[in-house]
């Protein structure tokens, strides 16, 4: 099964809906960021991640 | 800081992933990964510490070697957001 990525806030998951924001998630994305430690991080920050996770850095509807 | 880091072609967003499973209960410093698209062969790591590559923890498979020196953050933006225009164009 593929990965999803949300189409808001760009967390990833295999759910057709995002688990943290509860927008429609593509199959269609790429690049990946994996945040570990969001307090601590300026890519975090200057992406507007709060929550650790894997996310894309480009979602396609 | 930020730095790059070598992997195997193609394995960029699988290191990643593995890379931030193994740090996890580690004090590396590391806080964020990165693997963009566009850059076949490195992934990019943020981390508030400098990194030691004998870190056990910083042992993963298909991970190559860390790049010398660090990269600079404006370097990095380029990757994050690869169609802003488009976005400033939809929220208007
Ligand atoms: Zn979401």
Redesign the interface.
């Known amino acids: 099964m593929a990965e999803r990525a949300c189409q808001r806030c760009k967390y990833i998951s295999y759910d057709k809906k995002c688990p943290i924001c509860d927008s429609e998630t593509s199959s269609d994305w790429?690049?990946?960021?994996?945040?570990?430690?969001?307090?601590?991080?300026?890519?975090?920050e200057?992406?507007n991640i709060t929550m650790p996770g894997?996310y894309a850095?480009?979602v396609n509807k | 800081m930020f730095y790059a880091m070598r992997v195997l072609i193609g394995q960029?967003?699988n290191v990643?992933?593995l890379?931030?499973q193994s740090?996890?209960h580690e004090d590396t410093g590391?806080?964020?990964?990165?693997?963009?698209?566009s850059m076949q062969g490195y992934i990019f790591v943020?981390s508030?510490k400098m990194l030691d590559m004998r870190h056990p923890a910083l042992r993963v498979p298909n991970l190559r070697s860390l790049v010398e020196g660090d990269v600079e953050?404006d370097e990095?933006?380029s990757?994050?957001n690869?169609?802003p225009a488009m976005v400033n164009i939809i929220k208007g």
Do not use: C, H, Q, W
């Not at chain 1, 790429?30 to 975090?44: C, M, R």
């Not at chain 2, 590391?30 to 698209?37: F, K, V």
């Open positions: 790429s690049g990946l960021i994996v945040v570990t430690d969001p307090d601590n991080s300026k890519l975090a200057e992406l894997r850095l480009k | 960029e967003k990643a992933a890379l931030a740090i996890k590391i806080s964020a990964i990165l693997a963009p698209e943020e508030d953050f990095l933006k990757f994050l690869p169609e």
